[in-house]
């Protein structure tokens, strides 16, 4: 006995476009307004403009020397071309992981506080983190065409997941003390769980986002290949064409924007001071410390 599980998939398929195609035209206009209105946001911004904010976010969160990297590396992609197609590329990523995060922490959130749903929830988020990215391609294709939003419906459900499992963790490790101490203040459930889970569980789900990005920005250069655009037309190009040249200018810009956006991400989830406060102190400190020897 045989099971033909592709024929009950395209069955599936094709009675979800028979009957539920005003619901998947509105998920595509929802997620094609969030998507192209970031991605006008960011291609109206002079490039001068985009760099500077970047080098500025750079200096604020990570260090004078990232900063430095930063220009650098950003000047590089916009000498080679690459600039506005990397816009494309960071709109991409930027709606695909909102998206992701109004799914995924709620749904975080409810695996943490009830163990049935997070018996529910895993073996549906191991199969997202396990399917090939390209299978992700065809039913969005055949569901919303060809484009920006199904490249972004796909990129979100392969990138979700991180976020989902690190929102539980983080949650499910917050010490029991906290959770004691916010009961006994006489916190509700929503109380305790804005003012004492979330707060304590932040670098979790924080780098739950940070790998939501990461994942997210390797899929929308394979989404390419649906027309999502971005410096994965380029890629795309390059391995159509047999050009080693523009395929390495590509994934250079790639390699690029996502060391800028980990290390960014990556330093939101802790506190961090800015670089020129230190410097301050110390000259501050400088008579003080004169005065008191002389």
Known sequence: MTFDIGDG????????????APLLDLIASAIGAVANGIQSALLATPTSVGLAIFVLLSLWRV???????????????????LWSAMMETLSLVLASTLVAML?????????????????????????MQTMPAFVYLIPAAMFFGLGAVPGTIATVIFSMPPVV???????????????????AFGCTAMQLLFKVQLPNALPSIM?????????????????????????????????????????????????????????????LGKERAAPWRGLFRRQAQQPVASTATA
């Open 63 to 81: 260090g004078f020397g990232f900063a430095a990297f930063t220009a650098v590396s950003l000047w590089l992609v916009d000498h080679m071309g």
């Open 103 to 127: 799914i995924g922490l709620p749904l975080g959130i409810a695996m943490a506080r009830s163990n049935k749903v997070a018996a529910i929830v895993r073996p549906l988020l191991d199969l």
């Open 207 to 267: 780098a739950g986002i940070n790998q939501t990005i990461m994942l997210a920005l390797s899929m929308v250069v394979i989404a390419s290949m649906i027309g999502a655009g971005g410096i994965g037309n380029t890629v795309l190009t390059g391995i159509q064409r047999l050009d080693v040249g523009t395929g390495f200018e590509g994934g250079i810009a790639v390699v690029i924007l996502a060391v800028i956006l980990d290390r960014i991400t990556q330093s």
């Open 165 to 183: 499992r690190l929102t539980n963790l983080g949650i499910r490790q917050v010490h029991a003390e906290f959770i004691e101490a916010g009961n």
């Open 9 to 20: 998939v395209d069955s599936a398929v094709n009675y979800i476009l028979d009957n539920f």
